[in-house]
């Protein structure tokens, strides 16, 4: 068995053996000094998950015009800052955060602070991969942390996750003065936006940090970015949701509302919303998702019924698009979600770390063939 000791001492092998990486950095003057460390506006490095840059607050999912158009729950979820990230170079060996939290709501009963109102911060090793390296924990509003210190020296690309349950109005990265800060180059594979439209459990619930949603490991493991629109309670294959999601130029759509809807909505929603992003996008590919089945269900015949209502309702719909013509229509069921041992959730329907982990098993499955072109 590896120890504690162990990992750590390998963790830290793959961070000394990292190349340097090659990016301009940000100038100095940029930065706000205190105390020694320089802190800088993440907005100058570009933030990663934003579809739209004409928002209403600097960290917003969805444009400041969606108000008028979208009906008030998705709107005020809309500020939350699902599925937003930044990546940046440095060579700190010490990087700390500081951030604003819009909600006083730090946490919920079934969902800790560290994912309702946190950050996570993840590093590029030498093999390419990323590993998790630490999360930042809210104790209020407005909080600042360390979230490593004493690393070996050497510059590497990170990515810092934001909040899933909460919105923030600034975000601060703060590295010792004369260490330097850079926008990390685009990525190697060149590949545009994994879109998700969902409900609760797009928008993260209840992932312990924001790095462990599906759509987070996703856009580690597929080398892409996300735009999460995850509206929890709300996502209701909406056509004036899908009428701004049509704007977007992605590599792929994912469809995941059933939980939020029952079939007679799945029956018709799920037709016009295609057909909206298709007039836009005639060959991208949408991925549409079954609900979950419940993991109480094999006992509580109600939830069993939902599920397999909803599910038909959306393989029907899925089959008659298929036989309209549509070539770039994919399908991903319900039961490969959560796996079949009842383990994969907090209440039965959101995902635990675990749920999230075999959710992204699922998904990738069917995600990477299309983004590789298979």
């Excluded at 330097?180 to 797009?202: H, N």
Aim: proline share 6%.
């Amino acid at each position: 068995m590896i120890t504690t000791q162990a990992r750590s001492l390998l963790l830290f092998a793959l961070l000394a053996a990292t190349p340097t990486l090659a990016a301009e950095p940000v100038p100095a003057d940029k930065a706000r000094i205190a105390d020694g460390i320089a802190w800088y506006d993440v907005r100058t490095l570009g933030v990663e998950g934003q579809g739209w840059t004409d928002t209403a607050a600097p960290f917003d999912r969805l444009p400041a015009r969606a108000e008028e158009k979208v009906r008030s729950a998705v709107w005020g979820l809309s500020h939350h800052s699902a599925g937003l990230a930044v990546r940046f170079v440095t060579d700190a060996t010490t990087i700390q955060a500081h951030w604003k939290l819009i909600s006083s709501r730090l946490d919920m009963p079934h969902m800790p602070a560290t994912g309702v109102s946190g950050l996570d911060l993840y590093v590029r090793t030498d093999d390419g991969k990323w590993r998790w390296l630490a999360n930042g924990r809210p104790a209020a509003q407005e909080n600042t942390a360390t979230l490593v210190s004493n690393i070996p020296a050497g510059t590497r690309e990170y990515i810092l996750y934001f909040p899933l349950y909460n919105g923030v109005s600034e975000v601060e990265i703060g590295i010792p003065e004369g260490a330097t800060l850079s926008k990390a180059d685009p990525r190697e594979s060149g590949r545009k936006p994994i879109v998700f439209y969902g409900t609760s459990i797009t928008q993260g619930g209840c992932a312990s940090r924001p790095g462990m949603v599906h759509t987070a490991i996703l856009g580690r493991w597929l080398d892409a970015p996300v735009i999460n629109l995850g509206f929890s309670g709300n996502g209701r294959m909406e056509a004036e949701v899908a009428e701004f999601m049509a704007e977007l130029d992605p590599s792929v759509y994912v469809i995941d509302c059933l939980p939020n809807i029952s079939a007679g909505d799945v029956t018709s929603r799920t037709e016009p919303l295609v057909r909206i992003l298709r007039a836009a996008h005639p060959e991208v590919p949408i991925v549409l998702v079954e609900d979950r089945n419940y993991t109480d269900s094999f006992l509580i015949e109600s939830k069993r019924t939902r599920n397999e209502s909803s599910q038909a309702a959306l393989r029907a719909a899925f089959e008659r698009l298929k036989a309209a013509g549509d070539e770039n229509l994919y399908y991903i069921e319900g039961a490969d979600l959560l796996g079949d041992d009842s383990e994969g959730t907090v209440d039965s329907s959101h995902p635990t770390d675990l749920g999230f982990y075999r959710q992204s098993e699922a998904m990738a499955r069917v995600l990477r063939p299309i983004l590789e072109g298979k």
